[in-house]
């Protein structure tokens, strides 16, 4: 900021290091226990005798099913963001800016429906995918996610910080509804949208109960749940489990770090904070 | 056109656009809800009676809100979400403030902070459980440094539900940070400066500048830190698995238990359908707390 | 912004068009023939069982195409039960242990297999013994396919080093305590003995003077002395003797228990089943420095002459989408899965020549430590009868999960045995009545 560095200036960053490397420690404890030998995965991090090993990766890279997974990760997070957006910014565009009878019933109902915890209705979901046939497939895990009311929520109060003057000159215009919506509202939406992608991808990356849950073949299932076949006799595979979750963590990583500018600008905009 | 009939066009638009969302959600989601409802008054209690199933009403009910265990599991819900919503509400908070403040290497920071967020929650479950071991673990080693054996964390029964909740806390954090951090981006730099002029200390600051202005973001969060509280099965069973005995077992897990590892549906649905009215309770218990806060 | 819409349409399309091939159907089998079996996620990296399935594909000409559930044994079963009930199609299911297989035949997931079984010249009765799981109604559902005993490893180098002679059978739980606390070396970290924060070692001498887990009437009957004697002796052991780890110490641990067994702590002996063997032959996975040996099972005194058995059973699903291959498959797993996966098969009486198939395998792996001889002397020819490891009857999971709870919180000190034991009698009678 042009000002001499101050005493308390350093300490402060020092600090602030500190507490980051503090965060993430267990990270990099991860990335450690992934290349050990099972034996040895709950050794300290720089305990001696430790046996260095690249097989835990061999293992997961071998697996002959780990890009199915990869990619059945990928098309559920991808076709599931699809459609969430397209019904999403639709709802939330009428919700948001058109009258009609019964808003804000309606949407009072689905904010109250948010308070219901996925774990309770496992079972009732569970009895009813199986008599509609999606069990086994990836549409279990896509079309319940298509509908969040969060994602709603949080466009629909962007929506509403846009300027009403934008819809007005429109439709002086004579444009129509779906005019305004896909030219003045989706380009001038941009941090919420971005905030709505990297959401729902961190979400579902890491959604563990629902594919356990409705996915039985190897071949069909998602990457976090797929590294609990990394069993041994006795219990987890630890060190290999670590090994695939570093892996998978990858992409998400590389999407958060990139976008972490949007993210933080789509929250500022958008409804989350108040 | 008419003004009625403009009216009238726009409500047909507006229903054109909520459908598909409506449609979905009806489908996916609220069905489901309606259906546990129901389950919950039927006698689908074991793998033979799935098919041929009687209604029995509110006995469902009645066994399960007479069972100790579901009360147990009860309180431990309840003590793991206070547990949570305070910690990301109080931390949440106060990193996102100092992360505000300009330091070397700010961005690279931030991203240390949101790395928790992104992990998967059974891999923050493994290294917990050596970051924490009594004996061999390097929290533990901070303690015996000091002369002190330390606490055992997961295996003790009055620990491991609270160290559980801050664990789970803590991998949730980053949404906290980032929400808050947008918010304090809002605050005019006039109004900081005006306090800077008048030698307010950093306390005052936070005291009536700061607060104020992000009360509203507070309670958004509180509200959806709340829901999220009770979203806490994957982390339980990958941080303690509900033990030792049962001194972690909370609603979630009892539920999947019931359901899954003794076939009784209908006793898993009531116990769903029972905890959910306690959420929308407690909800609106908050939603009316923040009125009275607002009209002061 | 009509192009955003084309671009965002193509990549739904695109999308949906990877997503329409990732939720096809399997695709139409090259096989002519095919069985589908579920199994848990721990076969699947494990090398024999691939071999296996290849060897039965060569010598039948059917493909073996694999199911196999995420997570650990416990989540298994529960998945398997699941799926089970929602009317999976799938043709062979393993069960280990006869709590779990006696509910999925109570929920008739399975077919009766007499009269296949003897169409196909195999007189079961006679091959199997008592080990055939006979139903109430005369029939049998599943044939078994390997068994599973307890005995007790021991690390040879803490023996040597402390100058105690290797432990010999027959003995009793006194003499193994007795030896236990000879070994017991806390200032270099050695325990003298280790056993499971688990069933059925929390009562394992009760187990093995077979005291029955329901009364006459149906009720549970872990009011037994036998069972507060039992569990009071292995708290009495681990807390006060300090012979071995605390349960709250190896909750602490919150580690795979084979861990403590061979890494975290030094142990001088464990009480295991067979099976262990596996891992305390593999080098790569568990290094280790030190060699070990096998020692039978202690008697729990006059009437406890017993060592506690575990079956595993191969059944066929009513449902199953390929009955044949079913069949061809289970008959065969039961005849032959044993060679391969290196454990001790279900017959009733074994053969010289089936012990070292059995046994040679392991005694080869472990590179000496250990010979043919050894465990067939210390598995099998103990001189003990056989009980099962298990609890067999109504709610006998939600049996278990309790007494596994309380029990727990008793070793930690939460609660007397008092109330342990009332606590399970209560839960244990409300499940079981809410079973019937």
């Known amino acids: ?274 | 056109m008419s003004k009625s009939g403009m009216m009238r066009r726009e409500e047909r638009i507006g229903y054109l656009f909520i459908a598909p969302f409506l449609i979905m959600f009806a489908v996916f989601k609220l069905y489901p809800m309606i259906y546990g409802f129901i389950v919950s008054f039927w006698d689908r209690n074991s793998e033979m009676k799935l098919m041929d199933t009687t209604f029995v009403g509110f006995d469902n009910y009645i066994s399960v809100l007479t069972n100790h265990s579901f009360w147990e599991a009860f309180g431990h819900s309840i003590v793991f979400s206070v547990i949570y919503i305070a910690f990301l509400m109080v931390f949440g908070f106060i990193l996102a403030v100092i992360l505000n403040r300009n330091f070397m290497g700010r961005t690279a920071v931030r991203t240390c902070f949101y790395i928790p967020y992104v992990t998967n929650m059974i891999a923050v479950g493994i290294v917990f459980k050596y970051l924490l071991n009594p004996s061999r673990g390097p929290v533990n080693a901070i303690f015996r440094m000091f002369g002190a054996d330390g606490p055992r964390w997961f295996s003790s029964p009055t620990l491991a539900l609270p160290t559980a909740a801050i664990v789970a806390a803590w991998a949730a954090l980053a949404f906290h940070i980032i929400t808050c951090l947008a918010a304090l981006q809002d605050i005019p730099q006039d109004v900081y400066e005006v306090a800077e002029i008048e030698g307010a200390t950093f306390m005052q600051k936070i005291r009536y500048i700061v607060l104020p202005f992000l009360t509203p973001t507070l309670f958004m969060l509180l509200t959806i830190t709340l829901i999220n509280s009770f979203r806490n099965y994957t982390a339980i069973v990958g941080l303690t698995g509900g033990g030792p005995g049962t001194s972690s077992k909370v609603v979630s897990l009892l539920i999947y238990d019931d359901a899954f590892n003794f076939m009784k549906f209908s006793i898993a649905s009531a116990e769903g359908v029972i905890f959910t009215l306690f959420i929308i309770i407690v909800n609106r218990i908050f939603t009316k707390a923040r009125s009275v806060w607002e009209s002061r | 912004m009509k192009r955003i819409i084309v671009a965002l349409l193509a990549m739904a399309m695109i999308c949906t068009s990877v997503f329409a091939m990732g939720s096809a159907e399997e695709p139409a089998s090259d096989y002519d023939r095919v069985v589908t079996t579920t199994v848990t996620a721990t076969y699947l990296n494990e090398t024999w069982f691939n071999t296996m399935n290849a060897d039965f594909e060569k010598e039948t000409g059917i493909h073996v195409e694999v199911i196999p559930v995420p997570g650990d044994e416990d989540e298994y079963k529960a998945k398997i039960n699941i799926d089970l009930m929602a009317g999976s199609d799938v043709d062979v299911v393993e069960t280990l242990g006869p709590k779990d297989f006696s509910r999925q035949v109570s929920a008739g997931f399975f077919m009766p297999l007499n009269d296949v079984v003897e169409a196909a010249g195999i007189d079961p009765y006679a091959l199997y013994g008592a080990n055939l799981p006979v139903e109430d109604d005369g029939n049998y559902y599943a044939l078994p396919f390997k068994q599973e005993m307890y005995c007790v490893f021991y690390n040879k180098a803490i023996f040597d080093e402390a100058g105690v002679p290797y432990p010999e059978g027959p003995w009793t739980w006194d003499e193994y305590v007795e030896t236990a606390q000879k070994l017991t070396d806390k200032s270099k970290g050695v325990y003298g003995s280790l056993m499971n924060a688990d069933l059925p070692w929390m009562y394992m001498p009760a187990q093995q003077l077979a005291i029955p887990f329901y009364k006459e009437d149906g009720t549970c009957n872990f009011d037994d002395p036998a069972f507060r004697e039992a569990a009071e002796w292995f708290k009495y052991i681990s807390n006060d003797l300090g012979v071995q780890p605390s349960v709250a110490e190896l909750e602490a641990e919150a580690a795979n228990w084979n861990y403590y067994a061979l890494e975290g702590y030094r142990l001088a002996m464990f009480p295991q089943g067979n099976w262990f063997t596996r891992l305390l032959n593999s080098q790569e996975d568990y290094p280790k420095d030190w060699n070990y040996g096998v020692a039978p099972l202690p008697s729990a005194g006059e009437n406890g002459n017993n060592n506690l058995v575990s079956l595993g059973y191969v059944a066929i699903n009513k449902n199953a989408a390929h009955p044949e291959e079913a069949l061809e498959y289970t008959l065969w797993i039961a005849e032959n899965q044993w060679k391969y996966e290196g454990g001790i098969p279900a017959f009733a009486t074994m053969t010289e020549e089936q012990q070292q198939l059995a046994f040679g395998s392991i005694a080869e792996a472990s590179h000496g430590q250990v010979t043919v001889d050894d465990l067939y002397q210390n598995l099998i020819n103990t001189g003990l009868g056989a009980v099962s490891s298990d609890i067999v009857g109504t709610a006998a999971a939600e049996y278990y999960n309790i007494v596994k709870e309380e029990l727990s919180s008793y070793n930690m000190d939460l609660q007397d045995i008092d109330t342990a034991i009332s606590n399970i009698v209560t839960r244990v009678n409300e499940a079981i009545a809410s079973a019937e």
């Open chain 1, 1 to 274: 900021m042009g000002k001499p560095l101050k005493k308390k200036d350093i300490v402060f960053t020092v600090v602030m290091w500190i507490l980051a490397i503090l965060m993430i420690y267990p990270f990099i404890m991860m990335v450690a226990i992934s290349f050990r030998p099972s034996g040895q995965a709950y050794m300290s991090l720089f305990a001696p005798g430790i046996l260095y090993t690249l097989r835990n990766y061999k293992e997961v890279l071998f697996h002959p099913n780990f890009f199915d997974w990869y990619r059945n990760t990928i098309v559920t997070v991808a076709v599931t963001i699809i459609i969430r957006l397209c019904i999403t910014i639709m709802a939330a565009y009428a919700f948001s800016r058109l009258r009609f009878r019964g808003k804000a019933a309606i949407l009072a109902f689905l904010v109250a429906t948010m308070m219901v915890p996925g774990e309770t209705t496992m079972v009732p979901r569970y009895l009813y995918f199986q008599q509609i046939h999606i069990l086994n497939t990836l549409w279990s895990i896509v079309l319940p996610e298509a509908s969040e009311v969060f994602y709603l929520i949080l466009l629909t109060e962007f929506f509403s910080s846009i300027p009403g003057d934008f819809t007005e000159a429109a439709s002086i215009d004579g444009a129509g509804h779906g005019t305004v919506l896909t030219r003045i509202f989706i380009p001038l939406s941009g941090p919420a949208i971005a905030t709505t992608i990297l959401f729902s991808f961190i979400n579902i990356w890491n959604n563990f109960l629902d594919p356990y849950l409705f996915i039985n073949r190897i071949s069909m299932q998602l990457i976090t749940p797929a590294l609990q076949f990394f069993q041994e006799q006795g219990g987890a595979n630890m060190p290999v489990q670590m090994a695939g979750s570093s892996l998978a963590l990858i992409p998400v990583i590389i999407l958060f770090v990139f976008t972490q500018k949007y993210f933080v600008q789509g929250v500022a905009s958008a409804g989350i904070k108040g």
